[in-house]
């Protein structure tokens, strides 16, 4: 079969961005766009799940960017492999396909050793010593040694830190070019990041924002360019998603500490700073962005019901959910927090737990996703006269995660081809049945 779909993820993009992108709007020419709704937790994994498996999260069990794993007393940030996703993924069913399709998933989170046909995502090797060396989890294993010998490593310290920037989605943009020479997938899932960290750090409608719209644009020239010249007459079917919209913030909350002063979270005092201790706490808060799971140890009623009692009305948390509540936003699985937290869309949520930033554990000045019990924006900072990140929440500027609940929290998906949305107004869940109606398989 002669059919080829590109699947392009892209937080952050939105009409706006849309109308000064040149290259995009090149390359959907003579098609649609329609308005995206994410669904809830509007943040990076349960949106992508949604996309690839056309579920929500009390299905596919994406509840969070990370996991709190209650058995072990664990948190689990950004590391899972595809295995925690519940629901069969587009490249799962096209597998099944009578014409055998073939499938690359491109650096999409939770796509290590998915059974795509084609696999590229950062797998950084952690060393004994703490330090890490850069390498990619790929498919067929050898690629990524090809990769690095034509393109160099994967530049992480581009993807996420203080100095993530642009030359990390060049990279991708790249070796996802040369995956389009070697295989030419039918299907191909492209996750390119760049709009997410000038909208963070600096609000969403800054100049540093424009000027990452200005560098995907670039970037999108350039991977079209490479992909037409690939596939050839095969034209492919683009579909561009934004994935969700980041808000402004000026306000910052932090559940852990309220937590702690309401005598139900407990600390461990050790060499490095104050530790969440897990054992002790009768309840915590896994932060992610405009939400968090609160974990209430035993799942005990009467914590629950303090906690939702501390949490409702306080500034900056807009709503509350428990019990069956939980279920009107699709998160009555099992791993979630027995409470969950939801920001109004010009606050979000920090981690912080300590009261006093003398005694802040020593992971809080560095870039480390996932020791953090939590997602840490203030990752993208440095402190030039410590080194180090900084402990200052209100540098954030820009977040997301939040319910999509007006146009402003709203992104678009666009294609290149006319007739292929059911409706101006689409849900992330959608994205699954567009790709599995061009092949055939709705």
Request: charged share 20%; net charge negative.
């Amino acid at each position: 079969m002669d059919q080829h779909l590109v699947l392009l993820s892209i937080p952050g993009l939105r009409e706006k961005d849309v109308a000064v992108m040149e290259n995009l709007k090149a390359l959907t020419s003579g098609g649609q766009m329609a308005h995206l709704v994410p669904g809830f937790p509007c943040v990076t994994c349960p949106v992508q799940a949604a996309m690839t498996t056309g579920k929500r999260p009390r299905d596919h069990g994406v509840v969070a960017n990370g996991f709190y794993w209650r058995d072990r007393k664990q948190v689990e940030m950004w590391t899972s492999p595809a295995s925690c996703i519940e629901s069969p993924q587009i490249w799962d069913l096209l597998a099944h396909h009578s014409a055998g399709l073939t499938s690359a998933v491109w650096f999409p989170l939770h796509s290590k050793q998915c059974e795509a046909d084609y696999v590229c995502t950062p797998a950084p090797i952690h060393n004994p010593d703490g330090s890490e060396s850069l390498w990619c989890f790929a498919r067929p294993t050898e690629l990524y040694g090809e990769l690095r010998d034509r393109l160099g490593h994967f530049p992480l310290q581009h993807f996420w830190g203080p100095m993530a920037n642009v030359k990390g989605t060049a990279w991708i943009v790249d070796s996802a070019v040369h995956a389009a020479e070697q295989y030419r997938p039918n299907f191909f899932y492209i996750y390119l990041p760049n709009l997410d960290y000038a909208a963070q750090r600096d609000g969403p409608d800054s100049a540093a924002a424009d000027r990452a719209v200005a560098e995907m644009d670039e970037q999108l020239g350039r991977l079209a360019a490479g992909v037409k010249a690939a596939y050839g007459d095969a034209r492919p079917l683009w579909l561009v998603a934004g994935e969700y919209a980041i808000t402004p913030v000026d306000h910052v909350a932090f559940p852990n500490r309220i937590l702690r002063l309401a005598g139900l979270l407990k600390t461990l005092a050790t060499g490095e700073g104050e530790q969440l201790d897990f054992a002790r706490s009768r309840a915590f808060a896994m932060v992610d962005h405009q939400l968090s799971h609160v974990f209430v140890a035993d799942a005990d009623p009467d914590v629950i019901a303090k906690v939702v009692d501390t949490f409702t009305g306080m500034p900056g948390i807009a709503d509350v959910l428990a019990g069956e509540r939980l279920a009107h936003y699709d998160l009555d699985h099992s791993r979630s927090g027995e409470v969950v937290l939801v920001s109004a869309p010009n606050s979000w949520q920090a981690y912080y737990w300590w009261l006093d930033d003398e005694r802040a554990p020593g992971f809080a000045k560095t870039v480390d996703i996932h020791r953090k019990p939590g997602y840490d924006p203030v990752e993208l900072f440095f402190d030039a006269a410590t080194k180090s990140i900084p402990l200052d929440a209100s540098l954030v500027k820009g977040s997301h995660g939040a319910p999509a609940l007006d146009p402003t929290q709203m992104t678009v998906l666009l294609c290149n081809q006319p007739g292929r949305f059911p409706r101006q107004i689409v849900r992330d869940t959608d994205v699954f049945d567009i790709v599995l109606r061009y092949f055939g398989l709705q």
